[in-house]
Nanobody, 128 residues
Framework: QVQLVESGGGLVQAGGSLRLSCAASGGTFSSYNMGWFRQAPGKEREFVAAISWSGSRTYYGDSVKGRFTISRNNAKNTVYLQMNSLKPEDTAVYYC?????????????????????WGQGTQVTVSS
C-alpha cells in the first residue's frame, strides 16, 4: 500500500510559478510510474503529466506542454511538478497518483483508472 502526500499548492498571480511535491511512503517508489492530474470545480479529472519509474520518460497533457515539468527523485521517494507561466485556467486541485509497473506495465497512464493510488490533493489558485 502506497501513501501519497502532495504539498506546495497555493495562490499565485498569472504568469507566476509554483512547484508541487508528492512524497510517497509504504512501498518501493521506483516500482511505480507516477502521474499528476487536476480537477477544477464541475469538471472531470484531467491528465497533466506522467513520468516513468526511472524518470527516463515523460508525457504531458496538451494544455500544460511547454509550461510544466514533471520530475522525480527516487532516493527521496518524491515526484515534482514545476509549473511556470501559470494561467487562471490552471486553477484546480492537483493530485499525484502512482501506477504499479508490475501490474500495468511500463506504458505511462493517461487516465485515472490506470492509477492504483492517489494523494489527497493540493489546491492551486491562479489569479488574473
Amino acid at each position: 500500500q502506497v501513501q501519497l502526500v502532495e504539498s506546495g499548492g497555493g495562490l499565485v498571480q498569472a504568469g507566476g510559478s509554483l512547484r508541487l511535491s508528492c512524497a510517497a511512503s509504504g512501498g518501493t517508489f521506483s516500482s511505480y510510474n507516477m502521474g499528476w492530474f487536476r480537477q477544477a470545480p464541475g469538471k472531470e479529472r484531467e491528465f497533466v503529466a506522467a513520468i516513468s519509474w526511472s524518470g527516463s520518460r515523460t508525457y504531458y497533457g496538451d494544455s500544460v506542454k511547454g509550461r510544466f515539468t514533471i520530475s522525480r527523485n527516487n532516493a527521496k521517494n518524491t515526484v515534482y511538478l514545476q509549473m511556470n507561466s501559470l494561467k487562471p485556467e490552471d486553477t484546480a486541485v492537483y493530485y499525484c497518483a502512482a501506477c504499479a509497473v508490475s501490474t500495468r506495465g511500463v506504458v505511462l497512464g493517461l487516465v485515472p483508472p490506470e492509477y492504483d493510488y492517489w494523494g489527497q490533493g493540493t489546491q492551486v489558485t491562479v489569479s488574473s
